[in-house]
T-cell receptor
Framework: DAKTTQPTSMDCAEGRAANLPCNHSTISGNEYVYWYRQIHSQGPQYIIHGLKNNETNEMASLIITEDRKSSTLILPHATLRDTAVYYCIVRSTSGTYKYIFGTGTRLKVLA | EPEVTQTPSHQVTQMGQEVILRCVPISNHLYFYWYRQILGQKVEFLVSFYNNEISEKSEIFDDQFSVERPDGSNFTLKIRSTKLEDSAMYFC???????????????FGPGTRLTVL
């Protein structure tokens, strides 16, 4: 599985868009990008995933660069409840199905 | 919305005792996982389980650990003789296997906090 690099922490004003970057320069063609978040010590919560096209759901948007070496998770209107640690995970569609978590980005939404 | 559940939410045990952590995966899911998170550290993979057998396990998952699906709904993690360093949050996850497009999103439970004294 490709390794990912994320900033340690970020702040965002409530109501503004939160843009969380992830670098995965060694990603392979069959590897998906997944985003999860963890609020306090709760179980990781699935947000969104994608392969090469941009994706959007009710929680967020995922923008993947054309070369697939990086991606950005966008929370369009951050609220205080979005304060959490956000994890970018790259996982192959074949072989092992385990997730390898990094340290993630600690997002703090400010009132 | 279906969700993964775990019991108990908090388990306190004495060193050397056996503990069983329980999980009820999402009902139509076929792949099951255990992860753990020591306080302040990363979430770490322990084991994956499919078709009543272990698919993959990490170095952490030594002979003190075992997993079982005793019936059609429960998935358990047993630690035979707990050590102080087993104190952590333990998360169960489940996923559909062989979904279209080859993706395999895992859904996590709320976790069991294990404290070994």
């Amino acid at each position: 599985d490709a390794k990912t690099t994320q900033p340690t922490s970020m702040d965002c004003a409530e109501g503004r868009a939160a843009n969380l970057p992830c670098n995965h320069s060694t990603i392979s063609g069959n590897e998906y990008v997944y985003w999860y978040r963890q609020i306090h010590s709760q179980g990781p919560q699935y947000i969104i995933h994608g392969l090469k096209n941009n994706e959007t759901n009710e929680m967020a948007s995922l923008i993947i660069t054309e070369d697939r070496k990086s991606s950005t998770l966008i929370l369009p209107h951050a609220t205080l409840r979005d304060t959490a640690v956000y994890y970018c995970i790259v996982r192959s569609t074949s072989g092992t199905y385990k997730y390898i978590f990094g340290t993630g980005t600690r997002l703090k939404v400010l009132a | 919305e279906p969700e993964v559940t775990q019991t108990p939410s908090h388990q306190v045990t004495q060193m050397g005792q056996e503990v069983i952590l329980r999980c009820v995966p999402i009902s139509n899911h076929l792949y099951f996982y255990w992860y753990r998170q020591i306080l302040g550290q990363k979430v770490e993979f322990l084991v994956s389980f499919y078709n009543n057998e272990i698919s993959e396990k990490s170095e952490i998952f030594d002979d003190q650990f075992s997993v079982e699906r005793p019936d059609g709904s429960n998935f358990t993690l047993k630690i035979r003789s707990t050590k102080l360093e087993d104190s952590a949050m333990y998360f169960c996850a489940s996923s559909e296997w062989g979904t279209s497009g080859g993706t395999d999103t895992q859904y996590f439970g709320p976790g069991t906090r294990l404290t070994v004294l």
